[in-house]
């Protein structure tokens, strides 16, 4: 009888271990999914955890408290936001990569609609997708719609320029190359001014530098257009599918008009 007693009080200790550590694992996971706003009032500098769940009308995340509750930081009082990447925006690159532009279009704009003017680099490479998607489409006026979108939703951030590099590739699309040209010049010269680019700054000035590159080998420049498509991965490797883009672009230009970095 002792005997059956032990062994089921050693099997209901094993079992308050065992959820203790079920307990624990969950506790951690949400400890490494929680997105992080580092926010400033005044002096005072705030950090805030939890699930960001939308975004306002002016763009201030709102988000979930461990403790259940939803507050919303001022957009204007935030400094910087970690959030962790969505599968949908791994599904838009994809799709886009592949030509799968109806796809992409879908993915992209989940992310779009939930969290509009939120500065984060994949929510706005996001609105950019579902832009260039309807631009390879060549549902132009769809383009032009959520190129206004980007420069709407984020005027008073470092994003805005994606708006002009949309206005860029419209206009190459017209075959308007000088507009084209002209709307690129400023962030370009940027782009070669600034030495230690932000996550921000890199993902605009890749962009940039791979439509300068399509412009120049449009106009016979294939040296040039080297040189732009490989300043991609050499200054700006952080998103893959670019660089691959790139990568591809500059071994056609080698292979097929023997184009060299001067």
Known sequence: MAEVVSQYLSMQFLRRIISLLCSLL?????????????????????????????????????????????????????????KEESPEIRTAREAFAKGNYEEAIIAAQKIADQFPGLPVAWVVEAFGIVADSHLALKQIDRASEWYQKIRSAYSATQFAVKADIGSAKI??????????????????????????PTPTESQVFADAFFLHGEILEQKEQFNEALASFLSIPALYPENPTLVNRALQRAEILSTRHKAVVN
Do not use: C, F, H
């Not at 975004?55 to 988000?63: H, K, L, Y």
């Not at 699309?173 to 940027?190: F, P, T, V, W, Y």
């Open 171 to 196: 206009a190459k699309l017209n075959g308007k190359m000088e507009d084209a040209e002209k709307a690129l010049s400023e962030i370009i010269q940027r782009a070669r001014s600034t030495l230690r």
């Open 26 to 82: 969950l506790a951690t996971q949400w400890l490494l999914s929680q997105d992080k706003i580092i926010s400033r009032r005044g002096a005072e500098e705030r950090i805030t955890t939890g699930q960001i769940l939308g975004t306002t009308a002016d763009g201030a995340p709102r988000i979930r408290l461990a403790d259940g509750n939803i507050t919303v930081v001022q957009i204007s009082e935030v400094v910087s936001i970690e």
